[in-house]
């Protein structure tokens, strides 16, 4: 035994009680302990401070309850939470804590603290490379750049884990990270057996932190995925990091903001809620070494997507993919509404000559949108507007192009090229 381990085992543990145990929150007094800090309460629990009052804490738990009583021991744990990181993760599924869970034994990986600054304004290096995804209406109408922040917003059903498991597969980052928060315990097999595959995974790290689960153990899950995304990009790594969903983290805070004693504001969103997504999307992002592209889906409630997570979250990130409920019950997937969906780096990241044919084609389809009424009931006279007639006459090409099986990927080259012919198609549109 080292001097180290020696060292460690002779320090002294600071011991207190449980005082109060409502609703998500446990009142501990008697330790000496700041807020982030892990304690250990009762038989095992871990917990993490999140607010301090006077000589008590208050705690939210990162496993279950039952059983904790008023006058439980409470022990101070090794500092503040720390999680595996590197090369050896690929493959593997792990808890919000950074746990393996896929029953192949321990990681051996370094663990490193899970809080991380994220790169200065100044020391980030700016979004020039495009990031190829493999679906055609992403890498022609909405490219994305290497450490770009995009949204993913949706209803519920509408095919968001698909579209994530397409470009896990697909993307030309060296690796994936991917942050399944708050899901149902039954879809997380499907997403990493049927979505994701055994080709998705090898090249991806899964956290999960299901829907029962507490909720600092959800927010933390969160906070881990991102963690280990930044050690990928400290190695000059370029890696994609997909959380599902964020609206699920920012739901997970509000309970432990209520927990702590914060006043409900927006719709029962506490005003610690939205600096802590602020925080958590900031830490994406490029800087001098590699990158990390963040895709981060958002469930719009009841399809509204000005809700106020949508609303913040729309404001930070650099752009948006929405994707449509009338677009997946008609069969059409990916079902991304392309007029409605926007990449704010899209002019650094394609050609001029790329743009042009990208703004061609949503040039017809929003020409065809606005006759779309006039087309169904067959009063639209043919050569009345030359884009609506583009629209009608390839009909069925535009629709081959936007539309991709799950398990086809597409090169950019050959998407562009697809794209010049189907432009090629329209004729003279101006």
């Not at 309850?65 to 439980?72: A, F, N, P, S």
């Not at 994936?176 to 928060?181: C, E, R, S, T, W």
């Not at 007029?339 to 990241?349: C, D, E, I, T, W």
């Amino acid at each position: 035994m080292g001097w180290s381990a020696v060292l460690e085992a002779a320090r002294p543990v600071h011991t207190g009680t449980v005082s109060r145990v409502v609703g998500l929150g446990v009142d501990v007094r008697g330790v000496d302990a700041a807020v982030g800090d892990l304690l250990t309460l009762g038989d095992g629990v871990p917990a993490e401070v999140v607010a301090a009052e006077g000589a008590t804490l208050r705690c939210m738990p990162l496993g279950r309850t039952d059983g904790l009583r008023v006058g439980d021991p409470v022990a101070s744990a090794s500092g503040r939470l720390r999680v595996p990181t590197g090369r050896a993760l690929l493959g593997r599924v792990l808890d919000g804590l950074g746990r393996p869970i896929d029953g192949r034994g321990p990681v051996r990986a370094a663990a490193v603290p899970l809080d991380h600054e994220p790169p200065s304004a100044m020391g980030r290096e700016r979004i020039t490379e495009p990031l190829v995804t493999g679906v055609r209406a992403i890498d022609t109408l909405t490219p994305l750049g290497r450490g770009q922040r995009m949204g993913l917003f949706a209803g519920s059903g509408v095919g968001k884990s698909s579209l994530l498991s397409m470009i896990a597969r697909g993307s030309s980052a060296a690796a994936n990270v991917i942050a399944l928060v708050g899901e149902r315990g039954r879809e997380v097999r499907e997403f990493l057996e049927d979505d994701l595959g055994p080709e998705g995974l090898a090249r991806s790290v899964v956290v999960v932190s299901t829907s029962d689960q507490p909720a600092m153990a959800r927010l933390r899950a969160a906070s881990t995925a991102t963690r280990i995304a930044e050690a990928f990009r400290d190695d000059g790594d370029d890696v994609v990091l997909m959380m599902d969903s964020l609206t699920r983290v920012a739901m997970a805070q509000r309970e432990i903001g209520l927990a702590a004693g914060e006043p409900p504001a927006t719709r029962g969103y506490p005003p610690s809620t939205f600096p802590v997504l602020a925080r958590l999307l900031e830490r994406a992002g490029t800087d001098r070494r590699g990158s990390i592209t963040g895709i981060y889906t958002v469930l719009v409630e009841g399809d509204d997507h000005n809700e106020p997570v949508a609303d913040t979250v729309r404001s930070i990130l650099d752009g948006h993919l929405v994707l449509d409920r009338s677009l997946a019950v008609t069969g059409h997937h990916p079902a991304i509404d392309v007029l409605g969906s926007v990449s704010r780096l899209a002019g650094k990241v394609a050609t001029a000559e790329q743009r042009r044919l990208a703004t061609a084609l949503r040039t017809v389809l929003a020409a065809r949108d606005e006759a779309r009424d006039l087309i169904a009931i067959g009063a639209y006279q043919p050569g009345a507007n030359r884009r609506v007639d583009a629209a009608v006459s390839t009909e069925s090409a535009i629709a081959g192009f936007l539309r991709q099986d799950l398990d086809e990927r597409t090169p950019a080259e050959e998407s562009w090229r697809r794209l010049h012919d189907l432009v090629a198609a329209f004729g003279d549109i101006s």
